[in-house]
């Protein structure tokens, strides 16, 4: 086992964070230890017979095999035992993985077109951005607005789905202060690629800290907070803000403009427009864009949408 723990954190596998990555690699590595042995002696037998039993002469006749219980019982027993070896441990490891304990913090989390957004106990919410403590352990109940997405951790080794109208979990315990990368691994629409998020772990006085400064401000400039949510709701995946064309419309310039629609109608884009495509984006596409905007941003509050509205604006 040691031997094995010791190929942890290298090019075979990402840095282990969690407290269950140790488990899942020493599965992982004793099951590709073991395979390499049997590719070894598959393809070594097969070189001595290729070489100790070749044709010597064009008439030669070869001397009838008697076959041998004892080697077929064991191309039989042994990779029985292997399969039961690995399903019990494998199992011993996934109960594990997927029971949380009772004292776990828990984060709420949906899943949206292109973004995560993470509600904590106290109210807080952030985006693309998971706050946890270290050392402790950390439920997420986890459900998505829209279709389905995948919640990957790789350097603490949990996955699991997030579907729409129901809830599914998975808990961590992260085990070191750092950053790690959050993927979506189901596809998910046209910039599924981009769906990233991180794992911030703290230690617990700092996470505590963090905890309760966390929030947006009720002062905060109303372009300010636009421009905190351009970035936190992941805006800038399909609209830019220097001109370059992405999946929508680009912000630059917008505000004022004459938009023109499928349908040939044309409207001024000012701020009953914008309100209208932020919180009904399929009310009017504009001509040579695809309808693909989630109907996720309704469930912003009317400052919010006031601050995006406000950003927009100085976009020019």
């Not at 039961?84 to 776990?104: C, N, Q, S």
């Not at 729409?164 to 961590?172: E, G, N």
């Not at 504009?286 to 912003?300: E, F, I, K, R, T």
Request: some cysteine; glycine content about 6%.
């Amino acid at each position: 086992m040691s031997g094995m723990i010791l190929l942890q954190n290298t090019a075979w596998l990402p840095e282990a964070a969690s407290s269950i990555a140790p488990e899942v690699d020493s599965l992982f590595h004793f099951w590709t230890l073991v395979s390499a042995i049997i590719f070894i002696g598959v393809v070594g037998a097969m070189t001595f017979f290729v070489v100790r039993y070749r044709r010597r002469r064009r008439d030669e006749v070869p001397e009838p095999v008697q076959e041998k219980k004892v080697v077929e019982l064991a191309w039989i027993v042994v990779p029985t035992i292997l399969v039961l070896i690995v399903f019990a441990w494998g199992f011993r490891v996934y109960i594990k993985m997927y029971t949380a304990p009772p004292d776990a913090y828990e984060i709420l989390v949906h899943g949206y077109q292109w973004y995560w957004e993470f509600e904590y106990p106290n109210g807080v919410k952030t985006t693309n951005e998971l706050h946890v403590p270290a050392g402790q352990p950390v439920k997420l109940r986890m459900t998505s607005a829209d279709v389905i997405h995948s919640f990957y951790v790789p350097a603490f080794r949990v996955k699991q789905d997030v579907l729409p109208d129901r809830y599914s979990a998975l808990w961590f315990e992260a085990t070191k202060p750092g950053e790690y990368t959050v993927f979506c691994t189901e596809y998910c629409g046209t910039q599924h690629a981009g769906m990233l998020a991180k794992v911030i772990v703290h230690p617990r006085e700092e996470f505590e800290q963090w905890l309760e400064s966390a929030g947006i401000p009720e002062d905060m400039p109303l372009a300010e907070l636009g421009a905190r949510l351009y970035r936190e709701k992941a805006c800038f995946s399909c609209h830019s803000i220097d001109g370059s064309r992405l999946v929508g419309p680009s912000f630059k310039g917008l505000y004022g403009s004459t938009r023109t629609f499928e349908d040939g109608t044309t409207a001024v884009a000012d701020e009953n427009y914008l309100r209208e495509s932020i919180l009904q984006p399929g009310a009017k596409i504009v001509q040579g864009y695809p309808n693909v905007m989630p109907a996720s941003y309704a469930s912003l509050s009317e400052r919010e949408v006031a601050a995006l509205i406000e950003f927009i604006k100085q976009q020019q």
